[in-house]
């Protein structure tokens, strides 16, 4: 596997298969290991995200590593998940599969409080113009909505399952594919599935969750700031930096930051 990811990340094994006959794509992994390095990423910064929704971002990066899987590997996704149960909250994730990582975050200031539970998905890949679809789904099951998003904006009949051990499963349809037995399937038959139909592996793809973040890659945020603005955050001559994606916290001197806007110009 070639990419250079942290040596002390617990990698997924996310396996796709072709489930011949049925024309379906069907990609699979458990994400105990991913969602240990969650965990561990919370308690190093200091975060903690009250249930469910620390349920609902787990099971959102589930589903986009899923997703990713049954991506061509050049492909990046940022979801932002608007939703307005249990409480008006945002759940951002973001990946890539070049190289395998999941990240993301729960926002619950600062979110709009009026409208409907928005899907707004982004994706983008090198010499394309990105892709940008915006749906309205019910409830809060981040599976569901996902479902939804594939039904509305991929245009392509897509199931997820729950399994134990915190496994899931993503069939989605391929062309000339069996609809009616891909709507009908049921947690039952997914768990036979190696047994009652005819699975071809076609790939492993690995995932870990980092976000790939640091103080360089921040700066540009910073410098974007009014000069007002620069003037408090360096109050004290070092700035609390903030990252968007996955909520680590970095600080850096003025001098730095001075230093790194001069090579800049």
Known sequence: MSQMLEPDLSVVDLRSYFVRKRNALLVRGR????????????????????????????????????????RPQDESCAWTIHVKEPQRANVFVTGSTRPGRVAGRVFTEDVRQEGEAMFIAQTTRPDQPPRQSMIEFHGSDMLKAVEAFYTTSEQRLTRFFRLEDEEFVQISAEPDCDEAWLSELTLEQVLALETNEHLTLLETRGYVFECGCSVERLMPIIMRLPQDDLDHIFADGVAQITCPRCGAVFRTPKESFEQWRSQQS
């Not at 469910?52 to 959102?60: C, S, T, V």
């Open 31 to 70: 994400f105990s290991p991913l969602y240990l390095d969650y965990y561990l990423h919370l308690m190093q910064y200091g975060m903690q995200n009250a249930e469910p929704l620390d349920l609902m971002l787990k099971e959102a990066l589930a589903a986009l590593a899923l997703h990713l899987c049954s």
